[in-house]
């Protein structure tokens, strides 16, 4: 059923074709006075169409004579397909499709089977993007696909096809947050070109599984942990996927899935604080008004990796207070920066500004960082963006030197310990996720008095 002639004439030869007995019904109201006078095994409909829509033609049908509904989709019919999904529409088709979708989604409907086997979950399979990042722009490459659940994604949006800005304001509005694109596809979105290893055995592939899902848990754990109500509840949704959708992208490559692994293996508090970091870049990122997803992308894989050089230091070492260690041990501990950026260095695929991140996330501002004592213009900025994430997580989260501090008393003290060691814009960037006034306040002085000298 749909309004526009020619496509229910087209669609109607096509599944007579194939042995099926078709009537057609230019609208809603027509199709129900059909369903009321016969029997019938399925319909097709499309969403949009006047007066009465595929989705309140879906609930009547629930209603009075229950039998599977297919519905034909598009990226207009985003919400209204969450929607028929929770109704428990069978199958859905985003135009346009090709014979053998629609042949494939009624042989499932009859059968009682899902069309094509796949995975119990595919939430490992798609990565989520902020619904903000399409604002800027009317067209994306690459199918567009929405969450129905863990076990089902539907492409609403065909590579290339025009987005409407002001359908993409609405649906933000409505409280729909992210769309999604294949793990594939959003390698390509981010730039990041990576060569997956083909011939891996089945035991592999199983090692394989379990090793993101420890990865993806205990991620999932850590961002939940850092929710605070101050925040700005979508940013912190956005900036979450962000973390999560590198970190799946990461986990693609089977080398740099080993350097996770074994980051979270050294060290449970280590990979934590290395997720958290991750987190706070791409937060402060987002606070700075960055939108590449390149740029995104690399500030958060970068801060993931910030610390992969400590791997190769003994977990009785890095749990000492700075001022507990021996000279020969801050030598080794501040040998971390080098020793990561040898490591990732040797994998192909990694762009060179996550190696500079790597290499640069303890310089500062006035010089007094290390291993190079870079000033701010020899600094990267994405290294600046990490170099404060860092210190700021160090202070804020539970560890071995002490218990976590609030975030208005972590930014006092970062502040007080040298406002010239960190990047203003990034310390203003991370003042305003939190908004306390006590923290703007104690910056604004600062910055006059060594504006004065």
């Known amino acids: ?34 369903i009321a006078l016969s029997v019938y095994s399925a319909v097709i409909s499309d969403i949009q169409m006047p007066e009465l829509n595929g989705l309140q033609l879906l609930k009547w049908i629930n209603e009075t004579r229950p039998m599977p509904v297919i519905l034909i989709t598009g990226f207009a019919d985003l919400l209204e397909t969450q929607e028929a999904y929770n109704l428990g529409a069978k199958a859905f088709l985003p135009k346009p499709f090709k014979a053998e979708a629609i042949l494939e989604a009624l042989s499932a409907c009859f059968s009682g089977l899902e069309p094509k086997a796949k995975p119990a979950h595919l939430d490992s399979l798609y990565c989520g993007i902020p619904i903000d990042d399409f604002v800027s722009g009317s067209q994306i490459r690459y199918d567009i ?21 002001e359908r993409i304001r609405s649906y933000r509005e409505k409280g729909l947050f992210f769309l999604y694109l294949t793990q594939e596809d959003y390698r390509k979105y981010i730039g990041f070109n990576i060569s997956v290893a083909q011939a891996l055995t089945s035991n592999a592939l199983i090692t ?29 949704r956005n900036t ?11 986990s693609d490559e089977p080398e740099l899935l080993h350097l996770l692994t074994a980051l979270a293996s050294h060290s449970e508090p280590l990979y934590a604080h290395s997720v958290a970091v991750s987190f706070y870049s791409a937060f402060i990122a987002r606070a700075l008004h960055w939108k590449n997803p390149q740029n995104l992308f690399k500030v958060a894989a970068g801060a993931l990796f910030h610390d992969i050089g400590k791997k190769e230091i003994s977990p009785s070492i890095l749990k000492k207070a700075r001022s507990e260690l021996t000279i020969e041990e801050v030598i080794l501990y501040e040998s971390h920066t080098g020793r990561g950026t040898e490591i990732l260095a040797q994998i192909s ?14 310089e500062n501002q006035n010089g007094s960082g290390f291993p190079s004592r870079l000033r701010k213009d020899k600094i990267h900025p994405m290294s600046r963006v990490v170099c404060l994430a860092n210190e700021f997580c160090k202070l804020a989260m539970q560890t071995s030197s002490g218990p976590p501090m609030t975030a208005e008393n ?43 000298t």
Do not use: W
């Open 1 to 34: 059923m749909d309004d526009d002639y020619y496509f229910r004439l087209a669609l109607s030869r096509c599944l007579e074709s194939h042995g099926y007995k078709v009537e057609c019904a230019e609208n809603a109201k027509h199709a129900q006075q059909l």
């Open 145 to 165: 696909h929405v969450r129905l659940s863990a076990e089902k994604y539907l492409r609403v949006a065909h590579g290339g096809e025009d987005i409407s800005i």
């Open 208 to 236: 394989r599984d379990r090793k993101i899902q420890f990865l993806k848990v205990a991620s999932e754990s850590v961002l939940r942990a850092l929710y605070q109500s101050e925040f700005d509840e979508n940013l912190y």
């Open 240 to 250: 979450c996927t962000i973390v999560e959708s590198t970190l799946s992208a990461l």
């Open 349 to 362: 695929s990694i762009p060179t500004d996550i190696l500079q991140i790597v290499h640069q996330h303890h």
């Open 410 to 452: 972590a930014i006092n003290r970062i502040l007080s310990i040298g406002v010239e060691r960190f990047d203003h814009d990034c310390m203003k960037a991370l003042i305003s996720l939190f908004r306390y006034p006590s923290n703007l306040e104690l910056f604004n002085t600062l910055r006059r008095k060594a504006g004065a």
